[in-house]
């Protein structure tokens, strides 16, 4: 007989949460510490969703998303987990970028991307002031109008290898283009350049294990392999969760999936108004990514002058079409010193990223995919050994994952990385409104995503569904008057 991963559970909860990403947990662990009954439902085996890892033999452990990420993670790790788990952030010290254009390693913060742009690219500082203050002051609710594009022209016209170096990683971070509203650009460029890239020591698998302890501790009841089929509605307010053949009740449902999936999947779409149906279909999926895994051989060490991060293009011109394009010209690098896992055994990986259009991959046969594969795979190698000579005779292990990879695990539409583009926010915010009790909290709109992004949306959304709970609990208490 299977296994039935919801025994035990009960046949109602506070809020039941479908899906464990670093939203999902993290609106967990609030509504859980506030004392709310609290079903997780996650259909994959493991924790984390994006935020997740391998191993492989000869103890290798590999991160698929720990890449980097702003200071204000530890506020937020701190706030709503642990103190432990805000004391294991530590700063990525060695960015480096090579590209036709430049060469360059800086610690990807104001004061030293203030000293590049003067010295290096002879800009004038008050208006590297002006910029960093322009970007510095943008907010949500700001005029979406100007793209990122505009914003660099009007401060630095005419200089693409400035656009290039204030716009890739951030394409890396969150998957925006230079056509994208200029506000997703700054508020999380100004998130970077506080204080710089950050990174979780311990690696993925430590950090899921300790939010795990917490959830529990703050006894929320975890389910894995549970993947819910349909979110139930009557007479517009949500009712319960269909999942692995049962129906469990909720007084509110927060959906981690994927905005479209939620939208467009697990509600029926008559209990949705015309204009929101509209809205979501119409809601651009942000694009998603190949990876390379590479683990040295044990005895093999690299020196870590290579850097933390290495953003490296072949391209002559900066252009958005190139970095999604299958025939790859940009890789980042990310270095996994053996001080990554302080207390596993001493191993150096190399994850190459590349950011990819879902279909170019989900369009190919069978032969043809694993032919791609392996040319990814190839194309990776020849290109690192100009930066580490003979890394295949190094090499332990070598493998690939696409966009078909991640939505595999994920069940992400077209493995997006980085969920939705920047329309999806409201379509997010305003489901509360089409299905009382029910809320979503994933990575839209680019700044809602990312791990920090994806953290401080779980917390925005626990609120409101403290607010709904409080509110309903006044409402069910107050006399009835006649
Ligand atoms: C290759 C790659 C590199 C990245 N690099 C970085 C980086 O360097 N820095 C950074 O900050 N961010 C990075 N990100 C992005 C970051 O990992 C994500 O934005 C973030 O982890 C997403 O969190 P989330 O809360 O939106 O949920 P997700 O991680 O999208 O998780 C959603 C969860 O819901 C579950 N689920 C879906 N449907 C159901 C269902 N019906 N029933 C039950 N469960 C369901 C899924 O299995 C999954 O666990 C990267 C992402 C990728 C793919």
């Avoid at 994208?180 to 710089?196: L, W």
């Amino acid at each position: 007989m299977p296994r039935d991963f919801l025994k035990g559970a009960k046949d109602e909860y506070d809020v039941i949460v479908i899906g464990s990403g670093l939203g999902g947990l993290t609106a967990a662990n609030v509504l859980g510490r506030a004392g709310y009954s609290v079903l997780l439902l996650e259909q994959h085996y493991k924790l984390g969703g994006m935020a997740t890892w391998f191993k492989r033999s000869g103890g290798h452990i590999f991160d698929i998303s720990l890449h980097g990420f702003p200071y204000g993670m530890i506020k937020s790790c701190r706030r709503y987990w642990t103190q432990e788990i805000a004391d294991s952030i530590v700063q990525l010290k060695a960015i480096r970028f090579d590209n036709p254009m430049f060469s360059l390693t800086t610690t990807y913060d104001r004061k030293s991307f203030t000293e590049l742009l003067t010295t290096k690219f002879g800009v004038a500082q008050e208006t590297v002031n002006e910029f960093f203050d322009a970007a510095r002051g943008m907010n949500f609710y700001d005029d979406q109008s100007m793209t990122t594009g505009a914003l660099f022209n009007k401060f630095f016209p005419g200089r693409a290898d400035v656009h290039r170096l204030l716009m890739e990683p951030i394409v890396y971070a969150n998957g925006s283009t230079l056509e994208d509203p200029a506000i997703t650009y700054g508020i999380v460029f100004s998130n970077f350049m506080s204080k710089g890239v950050y990174t979780f020591e311990g690696g993925t698998d430590r950090l899921v294990q300790l939010m795990e302890q917490d959830l529990k501790k703050n006894g929320v009841d975890i389910r894995i392999r549970s993947d819910v089929e349909k979110i139930n509605v009557a007479n517009g307010r949500v009712q319960s969760v269909t999942v692995n053949g049962r129906t469990i009740k909720a007084r509110s449902v927060v959906s981690n999936a994927n905005l479209k999936l939620t939208t467009l999947r697990l509600l029926d779409e008559h209990v949705l108004d015309k204009k929101f149906l509209e809205d979501a279909r119409a809601v651009r999926l942000n694009n998603s990514s190949t990876q390379v895994y590479m683990a040295l051989k044990p005895d093999e060490q690299i020196d870590e002058s290579t850097g933390d991060l290495f953003f490296t293009s072949t391209a002559k011109e900066f252009k958005t079409e190139l970095l999604l394009s299958r025939d790859v010209t940009s890789r980042t690098y990310s270095f996994y010193y053996p001080r990554t896992r302080p207390d596993g055994r001493p191993r150096t990986l190399i994850v190459s990223s590349t950011n990819a259009h879902y279909e170019d991959w989900a369009s190919l046969r069978e032969d043809e995919y694993e032919a791609s594969k392996t040319e990814l795979i190839e194309g990776t190698l020849d290109h690192l050994d100009g930066y580490i000579p003979n890394i295949r005779e190094r090499l332990a292990h070598v493998e690939a994952a696409t966009p078909l990879t991640f939505k595999h695990y994920t069940q992400h539409v077209a493995g997006a990385s980085f969920g939705t583009k920047f329309e999806g926010l409201a379509v997010s915010r305003s489901l509360p409104d089409q299905v009382t009790g029910l809320y979503h909290a994933g990575s839209v709109g680019i700044i809602m995503s990312g791990w920090l992004g994806a953290i401080n949306y779980g917390v925005i959304v626990a609120n409101d569904v403290d607010a709904l709970l409080m509110k309903q609990a006044r409402a069910a208490t107050q006399p009835v008057t006649t």
